[in-house]
């Protein structure tokens, strides 16, 4: 049996994305994420890797907290956008047409055409190679009527491996 090298980011393949808001007002931003997870039950926790130098740490390590949103894949075309621009340089609400709604305990937004959400609020920043981990207490998890009564499956958008995702900015 021969075993060749390989990049091993693919045997994590398929994976889910979702879009972190973080910010408000003038710095208010949509970052996808891939490398997202729960951590805990009671209470519930999530953990996101979040790259360094990215605008959203920046935001994130001032206000620690965020929304995970939870997208369909007809969001793809915005999530691909939010991941291949960087807030610094534009306003991804207002590239994307994405609605930012209030959200209920953190000083950021939701996205409106996401039908689930996750409200958080930061409690450990870990330093890892090119990403810092937030690990954080979920606040308030909801979603839309529809989704919560089954009256409709969410299709999922799932990320694509590897050349769309890393060979644009996701290297950094
Ligand atoms: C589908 C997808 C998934 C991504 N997942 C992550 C991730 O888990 N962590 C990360 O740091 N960047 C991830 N990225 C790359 C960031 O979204 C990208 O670097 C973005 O431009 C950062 O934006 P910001 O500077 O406004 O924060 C992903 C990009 C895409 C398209």
Not at 85 to 112: N, Y
Request: proline residues 6%.
């Amino acid at each position: 049996m021969n075993k060749i090298p390989t990049e091993y980011l693919k045997y994590f393949w398929p994976m889910r994305h979702f879009l972190i808001t973080c910010g408000r007002e003038e710095r208010a931003n949509i970052i996808p994420v891939s490398f997202c997870m729960p951590v805990s039950k009671n209470p519930p926790m999530v953990a996101c890797a979040i790259g360094k130098t990215a605008h959203s740490s920046e935001i994130i390590r001032k206000t620690h907290e965020f929304v995970v949103n939870v997208p369909g894949q007809e969001l793809n075309r915005q999530v691909y956008y939010c991941g291949f621009h960087s807030g610094r340089d534009v306003d991804k609400f207002k590239e994307t047409g994405l609605t930012p709604l209030p959200a209920h305990h953190v000083d950021s937004w939701i996205i409106a055409e996401c039908p689930a959400h996750m409200e958080c609020r930061v409690e450990h920043c870990i330093e890892t190679g090119d990403k810092y981990i937030f690990v954080a207490v979920v606040l308030e998890a909801y979603a839309d009527e529809w989704l919560e009564k089954g009256e409709r499956a969410l299709e999922y958008a799932i990320g694509e491996f590897p050349e769309k995702v890393y060979g644009g900015r996701f290297e950094r």
